[in-house]
């Protein structure tokens, strides 16, 4: 089953590049706390710039290191789909 993304840009988003253009490296790195439980976190060129949750059937990415009020800045149903979708959306500068 293919899950649809739904996106949401952040009013003010800044990228951690220093201004270089082109691609940046986005990786994925399985992490725990005891407070947070399980989840993914999402580093771009080595610096961590959002984490992933796994909470009631969907995957949802955040923008920094906590959940927000609002909801999240991308989610779906599909952890590949979800990483293909930061990828393609925060890996340019």
Known sequence: MIAEIHARK?????FLDGG???TMTITF??????GQGSFIRVLR????????FHTAGAYRFYLGDDEKLGGPDLQGEDLD????AIQSRYGRA
């Open 45 to 52: 060129s080595g610096l961590c710039f959002g984490v992933i």
């Open 81 to 84: 789909q979800l990483k293909a």
């Open 10 to 14: 952040s009013p003010g988003q800044k």
């Open 20 to 22: 270089r253009k082109g």
């Open 29 to 34: 790195r399985d992490d725990s706390t005891l």
